[in-house]
Nanobody
Framework: QVQLVESGGGLVQPGGSLRLSCAAS????????MGWYRQAPGKQRELVAH???????NYADSVKGRFTISRDNAKNTVYLQMASLKPEDTAVYYC?????????????WGQGTQVTVSS
């Protein structure tokens, strides 16, 4: 049974930083590309960053230069370092193994972690 547990969200002022973590279990973590998605109120869930099993990364234009995705295969964990946060980054953030060609998640969602950017 696949479990994805996101953590690290919170309330932060514009311009601030947060580091999200996602611990995965029930999968051979190292073989999967991992993605961070987010869903803002009233909007569709979108992929904001992914990292392949080889460590290559890709970012949505909206977060490029501000967010950094990384992974620790020994800990079965993927991270999202977020800097220069903007109010429009407010969303629930989720991780999931990702089919890179289609940006599609491979498993059921975890509970997500709420990020709120507000003064």
């Amino acid at each position: 049974q696949v479990q994805l547990v996101e953590s690290g969200g919170g309330l932060v002022q514009p311009g601030g930083s947060l580091r999200l973590s996602c611990a995965a279990s029930g999968i051979i973590f190292s073989i999967y590309a991992m993605g961070w998605y987010r869903q803002a109120p009233g909007k569709q869930r979108e992929l904001v960053a992914h990292i392949t099993s080889a460590g290559s990364t890709n970012y949505a234009d909206s977060v490029k230069g501000r967010f950094t995705i990384s992974r620790d295969n020994a800990k079965n964990t993927v991270y999202l370092q977020m800097a220069s946060l903007k109010p429009e980054d407010t969303a629930v953030y989720y991780c999931n193994p990702v089919r890179v060609a289609t940006s599609s998640p491979l498993f059921s969602w975890g509970q997500g972690t709420q990020v709120t950017v507000s003064s």
